[in-house]
């Protein structure tokens, strides 16, 4: 359950349960257990994990399940009292207690390769930098959950890198709670940039490298400058502001100004007009005026960003956000996302508009050979979060290729494009 990060520690504990001698079972019927990796980051996750943990308990009363296992975030989060809410569990850990996990089954734990989980499309990886954070905004659970920030030596990741192009990944996606923390507590000079220079010297030229969720008060222009030159490094940056008026950054204990965040932006677009940026806001937080509300929306206008996920405020339990007066109604927040969304829609249809006659190096994905359709993405798309290239007349392309195409349409999200010299649709 959860984000990509929670993707990674799932693939870890397959590892770890093939090497305590389990076997993986292909469906949840033919299985003896089932454990859920559970995600606690907000209100709507826990009770999306509970649901689940319950349709367990109920197959477990009818004996369709002889155990359950919980891991993860809400146990990080929730534990105790989960234990005494779901008796019927029967293997608790927290995330990354992979020691815990191995005691279960009565064995040591002994560090392993990474397993694949069923969905998992082999062509595009996630790569975790380090675990935990220490921005401490105001409204997010995750420092309570995970930790301080703890990144993995230079040397480890550049390992496991390694392994995973060897088993067929031709895309890493770096993910961390921020990958501009990387290396702060390690010392000796280690930072995000040293990581992808050792990352650089040691992968092959034709696998890309993706940056996920940087915090915008640690993007400068040195870090732009290496990702619009390196021809591995995507000219992609998923940089999360979550607002611009500066005194509900102060509030939501973000150290951004307005004006640093309008300049990340605008340098990565004259460095390169087509550089592919993301991000996510968080609408109707706790005494957001309208008036701050609309300075959202004329950042939106200005920047012209590629991609935005929008969310409402979530008062989540522990968190000082929770705790501020002038908390905002269900109905505006929601009503709020609405036009965020609906501008957005609008900017992005407009930026997909700007690639038709271009030519794109996609990564193939998927084939759909009775339409006639490959699908896959370019650099502007990262898994799960953004859209897709649909290529017409793709369906001889092999899986996990990559291919040049031109773009000849495109939505809101999608783009669509040919394969140079063929007929088109």
Request: hydrophobic share 40%; aromatic share 6%.
């Amino acid at each position: 359950m959860g984000c990509a990060k929670n993707s990674v520690d799932s693939e870890k504990l397959l590892g770890v349960l093939s090497g305590v001698g389990l076997e993986i079972a292909p469906d949840i019927a033919s299985a003896d257990m089932a454990i859920v990796n559970t995600c606690g980051f907000i209100q709507s996750a826990v009770e999306e994990n509970v649901d689940v943990i319950l349709d367990l308990e109920r197959m477990k009363e009818k004996g369709l399940l002889k155990r359950i296992g919980v891991v993860g975030c809400l146990v990080n989060r929730y534990g105790e009292e989960l234990k005494k809410e779901l008796p019927s569990v029967d293997l608790w850990a927290k995330a990354e207690e992979w020691g815990d996990v191995a005691a279960f089954f009565d064995q040591t734990f002994a560090p392993g390769t990474r397993g694949v989980l069923p969905e998992t499309n082999p062509w595009s990886r996630y790569l975790k930098v380090g675990e935990g954070c220490d921005s401490r905004c105001s409204y997010c659970t995750i420092p309570s959950i995970r930790g301080r920030s703890r990144s993995v030596p230079i040397r480890v990741l550049v390992d496991e890198a390694v392994d995973l192009v060897r088993a067929g990944a031709r895309e890493l996606c770096l993910v961390g709670q921020d990958l501009t923390l990387y290396g702060a507590d390690l010392g000796g000079g280690t930072c995000l940039r040293a990581l992808l220079t050792a990352l650089d010297g040691e992968l092959p030229p034709d696998v890309w490298i993706r940056l996920l969720y940087l915090h915008p008060s640690r993007v400068n222009e040195p870090l732009i400058d290496i990702v619009a030159e390196s021809p591995r490094i995507l000219s992609y940056l998923d940089i999360p502001i979550q607002h611009v008026d500066e005194d509900i950054l102060r509030r939501m204990n973000r150290p951004d100004s307005e004006g640093n965040i309008r300049r990340v932006f605008r340098y990565a677009r004259c460095v390169d007009p087509g550089f592919a940026l993301r991000t996510t806001l968080i609408a109707g937080f706790p005494g957001e005026s309208e008036a701050q509300f609309n300075r959202v929306l004329a950042f939106l206008e200005e920047a012209e960003i590629d991609r935005v996920g929008v969310f409402p405020f979530s008062a989540e339990e522990g968190t000082p956000a929770a705790e501020m007066p002038d908390q905002l109604d269900e109905d505006i927040k929601n009503d709020r996302c609405r036009r965020l969304l609906a501008l957005q829609a609008e900017i992005s249809k407009e930026r997909q508009l700007g690639f038709i006659g271009k030519r794109m190096k996609v990564l193939v994905e998927e084939i759909q050979p009775g339409e006639g359709l490959a699908w896959g993405r370019s650099y502007r798309e990262a898994p799960e979060v953004d859209g897709l290239v649909g290529i017409h007349g793709g369906e001889m392309i092999e899986e996990g290729s990559f291919v040049e195409v031109l773009v000849t349409d495109a939505d809101e999200y999608d783009l669509f494009a040919e394969i140079p010299g063929s007929q088109g649709p």
